[in-house]
């Protein structure tokens, strides 16, 4: 599905994520965790395409229009005049594009989306009158009506409550068992644990990655935050032979 050769991501020339190399198999369920600024939501925005690579290359096996992508919450503006159906319809835009008019059956589809996540009978509720776990909902709502083969979600736990978690988790587990793959940046340790079989331990490079219980110890997290994740102005480009495997 995913594919990463000697990948080196960043800004202005400045490295965020070295020299990455392995691959996400189709129907994985991946956690990426790791310090703040350790390069998370930098490699969620090279796999988009939008972040050009420093140096190597990501391998899809899909367009890049086929990815369904979560933003964090922050990013969001709810202040935006529109309503819980415009916000879900937007997963239909590779159907019937993004100002297409929604005939029936994409309406069914909404409100079966809406339903789904337990959103029953809000499609015409205005953004800011959720609360944070309902518009996290609606947003995984509009995901349900992407579907994406690849999907990258950033914090799509963060400041929600204990019920929507497990719901929307739950949500996580049967998007992987129709064959989806998935990519979540998280911070709570204990989430990953329960939840995630896999996981990648990224401190602007990867520290370990793999099953989560080997991954997430307390040696890898003591070395991930104990290595610097601001960018060094005066360091020298680094270069690393790729691989034999590769």
């Known amino acids: 599905m995913l594919h990463f050769?000697?990948?080196?991501?960043?800004?202005?020339?400045?490295?965020?994520?070295?020299?990455?190399?392995?691959q996400v198999a189709k129907g994985s369920l991946l956690a990426v965790i790791g310090p703040n600024g350790g390069g998370k939501s930098t490699l969620l925005k090279g796999i988009l395409g939008q972040l050009p690579p420093l140096e190597g290359r990501i391998e899809l096996a899909i367009p890049r229009n086929q990815i369904g992508y979560l933003p964090q919450q922050s990013r969001i503006d709810r202040q935006f005049p529109v309503t819980v159906r415009e916000v879900v319809?937007?997963?239909?835009?590779?159907?019937?594009?993004?100002?297409?008019?929604?005939?029936?059956?994409?309406?069914r589809k909404i409100d079966g989306a809406l339903e789904r996540v337990g959103l029953a009978g809000?499609?015409?509720?205005?953004?800011?009158?959720?609360?944070?776990?309902?518009?996290?909902?609606a947003l995984f709502a509009r995901l349900c009506l992407q579907e994406a083969p690849l999907m990258l979600?950033?914090?799509?736990?963060?400041?929600?409550?204990?019920?929507?978690?497990?719901?929307?988790?739950?949500?996580?587990?049967?998007?992987q068992a129709e064959g989806k793959t998935l990519i979540a940046v998280l911070h709570d340790m204990?989430?990953?644990?329960?939840?995630?079989?896999?996981t990648m331990l990224l401190a602007r490079?990867?520290?370990?990655?793999?099953?989560?219980?080997?991954?997430?110890?307390?040696?890898?997290?003591?070395?991930?935050?104990?290595?610097?994740?601001?960018?060094?102005?005066?360091?020298?480009?680094?270069?690393?032979?790729?691989?034999?495997?590769?």
Not at 126 to 132: F, I, Q, R, T, Y
Not at 159 to 173: G, H, P, V, Y
Not at 216 to 237: F, I, K, S, W
Request: charged share 20%.
């Open 89 to 107: 319809a937007m997963g239909l835009w590779r159907h019937c594009g993004l100002f297409g008019r929604l005939a029936h059956p994409q309406r």
């Open 153 to 175: 979600l950033d914090e799509p736990f963060s400041a929600i409550d204990t019920q929507t978690s497990e719901d929307l988790l739950a949500l996580l587990r049967e998007w």
């Open 5 to 22: 050769h000697n990948l080196t991501l960043g800004y202005a020339r400045h490295p965020v994520v070295h020299h990455l190399h392995g």
């Open 190 to 198: 204990h989430q990953v644990s329960r939840h995630f079989p896999t």
């Open 122 to 137: 809000m499609a015409d509720a205005s953004l800011d009158a959720l609360s944070g776990g309902q518009l996290q909902r």
């Open 205 to 246: 490079e990867v520290i370990a990655w793999g099953p989560t219980d080997s991954v997430v110890t307390q040696a890898n997290l003591n070395r991930a935050h104990g290595l610097p994740t601001a960018p060094d102005p005066g360091a020298r480009e680094c270069h690393r032979p790729i691989p034999e495997h590769e």
